[in-house]
C-alpha cells in the first residue's frame, strides 16, 4: 500500500498570504496524484487532478505540482473561502489511497 | 449536471447488514468507474471500494474485503453497496463518487449517507 504523507498537519495563515501543501508518497506515484479541499458539512471537491491539471471551475490561484513520490498544492493569495482540509490522494497502485490532511486555518 | 444521491444509510446492529444505493444522473453512467468512499466522524477520507463501468471488475480496500460487495446497474444509473458483517468501525459518511477515465481522480460526489453501527 502507497502512504502519503502530508505536512504540515495545521497551516495557520492570513487571507492574502500564500500557501504551500505538502504531499509526499512512499513510493512513486507518477504523476497520478489528486488534491480535493473540504469544508466542515460538505463531500470534498476534486481541486487538481494528474499533478498539475485543475479540474473544472477551480480558480487560477489554485495550482500543483510534482511527480514520483513529491508534490505541492500552492494556493497563491488565500481567500476566506480558501480555509478549509486539504487532503492529497493517490490511484497510481491499488488500493487507492488519500493522506491524513492539512488543516488550513485562518491566522 | 452531474448528480449522485445516496439513500440507504442508518443505524444498525453490529454484525447485521445494510445496503446503501446511489441514483446518479447528467452523465453516462455505463461510461465511467464508480467507487465508495467513508469518513468516520472527525476523521479522514478512506477509499472502500471501485467498479469499473461493466461492473466486470472490483477493488477493495482490506478493511472491508470480504464484507462489502460493490455492484451497479447500469440500466438503472445505479451503485450499490451491500455491507455485511458490520462493525463499529464501519460507522462513517459513505460517499458515493465518479472517477474519471483512466487514472482517475475523484471528479463529483454525493452529498453522503451516514451509517452508524451501535447497539
Known amino acids: 500500500e502507497i502512504v502519503l504523507t502530508q505536512s504540515p498537519a495545521t497551516l495557520s495563515l492570513s487571507p492574502g498570504e500564500r500557501a504551500t501543501l505538502s504531499c509526499r508518497a512512499s513510493?512513486?506515484?507518477?504523476?497520478?496524484l489528486a488534491w480535493y479541499q473540504q469544508k466542515p458539512g460538505q463531500a470534498p471537491r476534486l481541486l487538481i487532478y494528474?499533478?498539475?491539471n485543475r479540474a473544472t471551475g477551480i480558480p487560477v490561484r489554485f495550482s500543483g505540482s510534482g511527480s514520483g513520490t513529491d508534490f505541492t498544492l500552492t494556493i497563491s493569495s488565500l481567500e476566506p473561502e480558501d480555509f478549509a482540509v486539504y487532503y492529497c490522494q493517490q490511484r497510481s497502485n491499488w488500493p487507492i489511497t488519500f493522506g491524513q490532511g492539512t488543516r488550513l486555518e485562518i491566522k | 449536471e452531474v448528480q449522485l444521491l445516496e439513500s440507504g444509510g442508518g443505524l444498525v446492529q453490529p454484525g447485521g447488514s445494510l445496503r446503501l444505493s446511489c441514483a446518479a444522473s447528467g452523465f453516462t453512467f455505463s461510461s465511467y468507474a464508480m467507487n465508495w468512499v467513508r469518513q468516520a466522524p472527525g476523521k479522514g477520507l478512506e477509499w472502500v471500494s471501485d467498479i469499473d463501468g461493466s461492473g466486470g471488475s472490483t477493488h477493495y480496500a482490506d478493511s472491508v474485503m470480504g464484507r462489502f460487495t460493490i455492484s451497479r446497474d447500469n440500466s438503472k444509473n445505479t451503485l450499490y453497496l451491500e455491507m455485511n458483517s458490520l462493525r463499529a468501525e464501519d460507522t462513517a459518511v459513505y460517499y458515493c463518487?465518479?472517477?474519471?477515465?483512466?487514472?482517475?481522480?475523484?471528479?463529483?460526489w454525493g452529498q453522503g449517507t451516514m451509517v452508524t453501527v451501535s447497539s
Open positions: 513510493q512513486s506515484v507518477s504523476s497520478h
Open positions: 494528474d499533478a498539475s
Open positions: 463518487v465518479k472517477r474519471r477515465v483512466g487514472y482517475g481522480a475523484f471528479d463529483a
